[in-house]
Structures are given as C-alpha cells and as structure tokens.
C-alpha cells in the first residue's frame, strides 16, 4: 500500500531523518515504523527489495563453472555447415 502524506511537521520530519540516519534505515522505513508503533502494532518486519544480504557472498564453484562452459559450446551438429564456416570468418 502507498500513502501520501502531506504537512510533516518540521520536528517531526526532523526526527524521522535522524532516526533513520542512526539507524541505517531509509526514511521510508523509518516513517513506516513510527506508524506502526504509534498505532500499537509493535515492531514489523519490511520486505527489502534489493540483494544487499547476499551481495558479495558469492563462493567459486569449479563444477558451476563447468556447468556453465559446457553451456557455452556450440553444437555444431545443429547448424548447416556454411553457417558455422561464416561465423568462423566473422569471428577472425
């Protein structure tokens, strides 16, 4: 759901920034929160729409990478001759 919400007070604008700069939230988030507890909600959790908990998690995987070269290989069994002997020159 989406709101638009107009005339923030300025200390309340204020505060909402300086909540979500200490906490590393956006102010989105930070907004969403204080909405939820000042209805007596409590904590929730909010759906991040991004890969930062896995950025830079990757692992090398020798039989990924085989799996992935062996993808890359031409069947040549596939395509007419004259076709692969053009590609050929194409790539030279």
Known sequence: MQYTIRNIPDYLDAALRNIAREQGKSLNEAAVLALVRGAGLGEISIRKRDLGD???T?????????AIAEQQKIDESMWPNSHIESLAKAAE
Do not use: T, Y
């Open 58 to 66: 990757w692992v090398e995987d020798p039989a990924f990478d085989s």
């Open 54 to 56: 896995i950025a830079g």
